[in-house]
């Protein structure tokens, strides 16, 4: 039976409902071996999958754990989700925003994946924040201060964590209905009323190019209407870090920068701005000129600001207690010029290098390291600018100016 589904795979027929619940349950209780489930993933990879079929195993990943219930918490809770970039720290910044807009924000975020940080871990970099709250302190906190920014419970889609470690290892990640099917049934387990999606393209994303990211975004909203949820896509680019900072503690304070109207008009603030716009649009049923209006009163009126303190402070957070090495080394320009591209992937690698991420199972975060970048696309470089500081730790760490800036 488990190589006849793989071999029906392998020739790009249809898997009925029953073999892919026999299959992936058979892997979650251990019956199924890593060998066999990787080569499944690969055939799917390679040959895809019907909506049917993924309508199926978005399915069989909500029934692997619990289902969350908010409808005792008043308001129509959104969700947003980014499949991964370098930089993004789009969560830490429109959750207060939406929050302080009047919409409930419940956000179960993830850890790093590959080169791509994790917002739980950005979190983690603010002495004593807890990523652990149990239904009830979530429930507890939504109804107390409106906004809860916590990870995954242990019991939400346990076949994803299971199945996206072993895409991770086995070269199946960039596959459309795979990433739908996992994306969607956490947001649709999480208990969110209408979902917004954040699909990157680019060199530091999953997808590289924009007709998949097309494709995913028609299948999300596909499986949106079989559970009669609303989904929202921006589709968007991820060739360039988003915003100055890569690197778990620099993140935050950048978003604390942004909260607090510092930082205006570049790549990361313009998408939180979009993003916090479509989800208060949501939330509150309102148009997008409205909700726009909205987003940027409470930037300017501190409220937002306000929120994110009031949110790491009910996590038992210390705000006053985030960690910036001291070490520091310059990279300079070694030419005069434009500024014409930064490569996310490679600022990535740099930053998952100095420790921000994890490069085995084994390894421990370095919350304090990272790159800050001094100039962004666009800007006029002089010879011997600096054009990043990289906060480290660790000896011996090279930058490749000339793989990561592309001055013209
Ligand atoms: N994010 C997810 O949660 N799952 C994927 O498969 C890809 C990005």
């Known amino acids: ?19 892919l619940d026999y299959f992936f349950n058979g892997y979650l209780n251990g019956d199924v071996p890593d060998y066999q489930m990787s080569s499944l993933l690969m055939a799917i990879c390679i040959n895809g999958m019907s909506d049917e079929e993924t309508f199926s195993l978005t399915k069989i990943f909500i029934d692997s754990g619990d289902v969350l219930d908010f409808s005792d918490i008043p308001g129509i809770k959104v969700d947003k ?11 830490l910044v429109i959750a207060p925003i939406v929050a302080a807009c009047g919409v409930p924000v419940i956000k179960m975020s993830g850890r790093g994946l590959g080169y791509t940080g994790g917002t739980i871990d950005k979190l983690e970099s603010i002495k004593g924040y807890r990523v652990d709250l149990s239904d009830k302190e979530i429930i507890k906190q939504v109804h107390d201060i409106g906004i809860v920014v916590t990870g995954q419970t242990a019991d939400l889609v346990p ?8 895409r991770d290892v086995s070269g199946t990640v960039s596959s459309i209905p795979l990433i739908a099917s996992s994306i969607m049934s956490k947001k649709i387990a999480g208990g969110a009323d209408k979902i917004l999606i954040d699909i990157k393209v680019g060199n530091g994303a999953l997808l590289d190019n924009k007709e998949d990211a097309e494709k995913l975004k028609e299948l999300m909203i596909k499986i949106g209407e079989v559970y009669g949820r609303e989904v929202r896509c921006i589709i968007s680019d991820m060739n360039t870090p988003l915003g100055y900072a890569v690197g778990n503690s620099l993140e935050v304070q950048e978003a604390m920068d942004i909260l607090q109207n510092k930082e205006k008009n570049n790549n990361l603030v313009n998408l939180c701005y979009e993003l916090a716009t479509n989800m208060v649009s949501m939330g509150l049923e309102i148009n997008i000129s409205a909700a726009r209006e909205k987003v940027e009163e409470v930037i300017n009126n ?20 985030i960690k910036v090495s001291n070490n520091k ?12 591209g930064i490569n996310a992937l490679e600022v990535g690698k740099l930053s998952l290098e100095l420790g921000s991420g994890k490069l085995s199972i084994t390894d421990k975060i370095d919350y304090s390291v990272g790159v800050r970048l001094n100039k962004l696309v666009g800007d006029t470089i ?27």
């Open 329 to 340: 080394k310059y990279l300079k320009a070694d030419k005069s010029g434009v500024l014409k």
């Open 302 to 321: 501190g409220e937002a600001y306000n929120k994110f303190l009031e949110l790491v402070k009910n996590q038992s957070g210390d705000i006053n207690k």
């Open 159 to 166: 076949m994803d964590k299971i199945i996206y470690a072993l």
């Open 382 to 408: 002089k010879k011997g600018d600096i054009l990043a500081t990289v906060y480290y730790n660790k000896k011996n760490i090279d930058a490749d100016i000339n793989k990561i800036f592309k001055i013209v």
């Open 1 to 19: 039976m488990i190589l006849d589904i793989i071999n029906k795979k392998r020739l790009g027929e249809e898997l009925s409902y029953n073999e």
């Open 81 to 91: 989700h980014s499949t991964g970039g370098i930089g993004d720290k789009t969560t």
